[in-house]
């Protein structure tokens, strides 16, 4: 386990990643999620880094909204404003690669991404897929820190954000940088319950925030 003085250190050095980065935050991720009941219920037991990888480089990176740190100790990924939902034509051109790096499980990974676009806010908001710390940096602030960014931005702009939380100890960081429970949600029959979470913009920071045109 890393020591505090370190991360203190790590959580101040949060930025964009680089397109050259893109393999370790796959494997960041993928560390991070390794045991986490929803995710693993959707994959089972095959490995994550080649999907965290896929869609980094497919949909999150394009995007320009990914965070890590200097040593890559976490891998924090958002979706701007009215760009969360895939449409038709990118899920086509999705598909071979995904069937290849899915395998059996793609059915279920497509049910479980059904549930959880259903009723998913229509909004505006920045949307987080995920967040992940590497094991020995676990438990050090290092999420919230790769979060701030994209919530700093919010605040600025008087916009919301959303996330799903996968367990109850995400879920009580998430409470902490000011979200609340909306719902909780099942993706599949036999699923670990996953719970809908929003940020609303204080009225005060929406009051200080200048006004945005069309």
């Known amino acids: 386990m890393v020591d505090i003085a370190a ?8 930025r964009r990643a680089t397109a050259d ?21 959707v994959f089972g037991d095959r490995p994550l880094d080649p999907g965290f ?8 990176f394009p995007q320009d909204e990914c965070y890590t740190t200097a040593n890559v100790a976490g891998a924090c ?10 449409g038709i034509g990118t899920q086509l051109r999705l598909a071979p690669a995904m069937a290849r790096t899915f395998g059996s499980r793609l059915p279920r990974i497509g049910r479980a991404i059904t549930a959880m676009e259903a009723d998913h ?11 992940g710390v590497a094991p020995e940096w ?13 919530l700093d931005r919010c605040d600025r ?7 799903e939380a996968s367990t109850p100890r995400n879920r009580a960081l998430y409470e902490r940088l000011g979200f609340v429970t909306t719902e909780e949600l099942s993706i599949g029959k036999g699923a ?13 920071t929406t009051a200080r925030a200048p006004a945005r045109s069309a």
């Open 121 to 131: 806010p229509e909004r505006e908001h920045y949307y987080l897929p995920f967040v």
């Open 53 to 60: 990888l896929l869609f980094l480089r497919r949909i999150w």
């Open 157 to 163: 702009e008087g916009i919301p954000a959303y996330l």
């Open 77 to 86: 990924v958002w979706e701007r404003p009215g760009e969360w939902k895939l």
């Open 138 to 150: 676990q438990g050090r602030g290092l999420g919230a820190a790769l979060m701030k960014p994209i």
């Open 192 to 204: 670990p319950p996953i719970w809908r979470m929003w940020r609303e913009v204080s009225a005060a």
């Open 21 to 41: 980065e893109l393999p370790q935050l796959a494997r960041v991720l993928a560390a991070a999620f390794d045991e986490d009941p929803p995710t693993r219920w």
């Open 7 to 14: 991360a203190v250190q790590e959580a101040g050095t949060v």
